[in-house]
């Protein structure tokens, strides 16, 4: 049996964690090579001496140069800030790129990693809502594969499994609706950052945490999913589960419906990423069908969650739109976390930063890079 090389990029977040566990049940297929952080080191060494990786990057200047002065046993190759992290991206040696980063950030590493030919599974939706069409062109180019692990897309991805794409009447992506699914709207003003970080299924970071509560999350990945599984945008539903339990399902035209379900657990959909086409054994918790007492479903609500309204509509207009929406939601979280701006100024600046950026039908690289300095300099400017 071939061992498979990965790298994991931001091993010490939520994903990046969790992949190293399911790696833990896959040891004797799967090879950590590389490993990348922003400034946890102190998790980061901990990771270091469990896989022996060749290869770490460290995105922060500051971390990077403390962790060389606590490593020193260790022969490792080290990469540093952003250049650094493109460039352990771009490693010909991998067989797999698990990109766990968070935002905007995540984006251009996919997109290396793609432009060489290595296969991504790709936990960064922000990825493709911000640049689909140059990493599809690159797909084309190189044969390199994306492998969804969002627990949506993964839901996705198994239920068409076998099946015949012109046989699907329609994606439905589940989602839990939040912390305020049930939130006296004239109250939204006064949420708190403890309270917007408080997810009711799901242990996520902060950035993530605050887009479930938005439902910008689930805006994204309905981008994300018309990239993925290349079928019209009218296509794709949004239903509310708050109970997490079907992860999200597939209706085909005879009006049979394909559902994916268990427990919230992101191990399941890493793990099936990493051993694609099967299903491999794991001692994850099972789900327990006698202790489920209902399975709830409603139609979102667009007042309550207007920024599935925004990832529509930039959805229809394509070209710069969501890669607007994307950059202007990943500032406007910063500020709300920072208690700069209250939570339900995200949707606002959200809608003004997409309707007033140039424009763009078909942004390169270096357009999406100019428009993150415009949108940056705007989302500060309220």
């Known amino acids: 049996m071939k061992i498979r090389k990965v790298t994991i990029l931001g091993s010490t977040g939520s994903i990046g964690i969790n992949a190293l566990r399911v790696i833990e049940n896959l040891k004797e297929e799967i090879r950590v090579i590389g490993l990348s952080c922003n400034k946890n080191i102190d998790l980061l060494i901990n990771q270091i001496k469990t896989f022996n990786p060749l290869y770490v990057s460290i995105a922060d200047e500051e971390a990077y140069h403390t962790f060389k002065n606590k490593i020193t046993n260790h022969d490792i190759e080290l990469f540093k800030g952003r250049n650094g992290l493109l460039e352990i991206s771009s490693i010909s040696d991998n067989d797999l790129i698990i990109n766990g980063l968070v935002g905007s950030s995540g984006m251009e590493p996919t997109l290396c990693a793609i432009k060489k030919g290595i296969n991504v599974a790709l936990a960064n939706k922000e990825s493709l809502v911000m640049a689909g069409s140059l990493i599809e062109e690159a797909m084309n180019k190189s044969g390199a594969k994306i492998f969804p692990v969002d627990s949506e897309h993964s839901a996705i991805w198994q239920c068409l499994s076998g099946e015949v794409l012109s046989d699907v009447k329609r994606l439905i992506l589940t989602g839990s609706g939040g912390p305020f ?160 701006i209250p939570f339900h100024k995200i949707h606002k600046i959200n809608k003004e930063s997409m309707d007033r950026h140039n424009w763009l039908k078909e942004p390169k690289l270096n357009d999406i890079k100019e428009l993150d300095i415009w949108i940056k300099n705007y989302v500060y400017s309220f």
């Open 181 to 340: 699914r049930t939130r006296a709207l004239d109250t939204f003003a006064n949420i708190s950052v403890s309270e917007a970080l408080a997810h009711p299924n799901w242990e996520m970071g902060r950035k993530i945490s605050i887009d479930s509560a938005t439902m910008m999350n689930k805006g994204f990945e309905l981008i994300e999913a018309f990239w993925l599984f290349k079928l019209d945008a009218k296509k794709i539903d949004i239903i509310i589960h708050p109970q997490s339990i079907i992860h999200s399902m597939v209706e085909f035209i005879d009006s049979s419906i394909k559902a994916q379900i268990g427990v919230p657990d992101m191990k399941v959909p890493i793990q099936y990423a990493l051993t694609y086409p099967r299903h491999v054994w794991a001692p994850w918790e099972s789900l327990n069908f006698s202790k489920i007492n209902k399975l709830t479903f409603e139609d979102p609500d667009y007042n309550r969650f207007p920024c599935l309204l925004l990832a529509k509509k930039s959805l229809k207009r394509l070209g710069s739109s969501p890669t607007a929406l994307n950059l202007s939601n990943d500032y406007a979280v910063e500020r709300f976390l920072k208690g700069e």
